[in-house]
């Protein structure tokens, strides 16, 4: 158990962060799974607005530190392949 009083300040702190980044953590797999389940669908105009949420909130939580910046990249990068078919 934290014996000062700063020690004690940063369990609530993290306790409180940690309650925080667990629901952006919660969002970004559901937007990532609503974003799979978009692209089997047949509308694309729908499917490219879901994609676009995801990819705004990949950037938000990685400005803030939730995700690291890499990992934020890379989910886009998968996301946006799904998009444009490669060229031959």
């Known amino acids: 158990m934290a014996n000062t009083k700063s020690a004690k300040k940063n369990v ?6 940690t309650v925080e980044n667990r629901a952006v953590l919660t969002r970004l797999k ?6 799979r389940a978009a692209l089997t669908s047949t509308d694309v105009a729908k ?7 995801f990819i705004s909130a990949m950037d938000k939580a ?3 530190g939730v995700i690291h910046a890499n990992k934020a990249a890379r989910a886009k990068s998968s996301v946006s392949k799904l998009f444009t078919p490669a060229k031959k």
């Open 47 to 53: 499917a490219r607005e879901i994609a676009r949420a």
């Open 30 to 35: 559901t937007l990532a799974k609503d974003t």
């Open 12 to 17: 609530r702190k993290t306790a409180r962060r």
């Open 62 to 64: 990685a400005k803030t």
